[in-house]
């Protein structure tokens, strides 16, 4: 029996619903995957989550070697792989509303203050003050959080990545640039 089970959808109204809506969708979506394990980490007075943890265990890029060279003329970055990436899930207060929608972030340090890995994509920022944050958050296409969590599967698997610089822009421009210069010609983005 999933955690979730022990709550009645038809019991609750309005952002409640809602939170318990996408706890039932991510333990049923995600069951029977052993590459993706979300939980709980925040909850509301109702014992509803607003925040998740989500480990991903699947091998993605984290980086890449030379990076002090990273943009110069003939410098080569081959790839540096992870096989382990932590991700939040916040939900804001006012979610679920337009104005509030999930916030989708690769944590970059443990409990410890510690770096760990983060993925190395163009639609994840690796560099600057918002490293770790996931461009996701698009109202038009967003459906529910199980669709936001595997969609980011799909990111670190290299299936779905926007890398040109223009509008939807890229999330981390310098990570783009690697993608089109490096990572594409090279096929090192195709594992």
Request: include cysteine; proline fraction near 8%; glycine fraction near 6%.
């Amino acid at each position: 029996m999933r955690e979730s089970d022990r709550y009645e959808l038809s019991l609750y109204k309005g952002r409640n619903r809602r939170l318990l809506y996408e706890w039932q969708q991510l333990e049923q979506r995600l069951a029977h995957r052993h590459d993706i394990v979300c939980k709980p980490i925040l909850r509301n007075q109702h014992g509803l989550p607003t925040a998740y943890l989500v480990d991903y265990r699947l091998r993605s890029i984290c980086g890449v070697e030379n990076m002090e060279h990273l943009g110069e003329p003939g410098a080569e970055n081959p790839p540096i792989f992870a096989t382990d990436f932590l991700m939040r899930i916040d939900l804001p207060d006012g979610y679920p509303s337009v104005d509030a929608v999930p916030v989708f972030r690769f944590l970059t340090h443990d409990e410890h203050g510690q770096p760990i890995s983060h993925p190395w994509h163009p639609n994840i920022r690796y560099f600057g003050d918002f490293a770790g944050r996931v461009c996701i958050n698009m109202p038009d296409t967003y459906t529910d959080l199980a669709w936001g969590v595997e969609r980011v599967a799909q990111y670190l698997h290299y299936d779905i990545y926007h890398a040109i610089s223009e509008p939807p822009y890229p999330e981390d421009l310098k990570v783009a640039a690697w993608v089109i210069r490096q990572g594409e010609p090279n096929e090192w983005t195709v594992f």
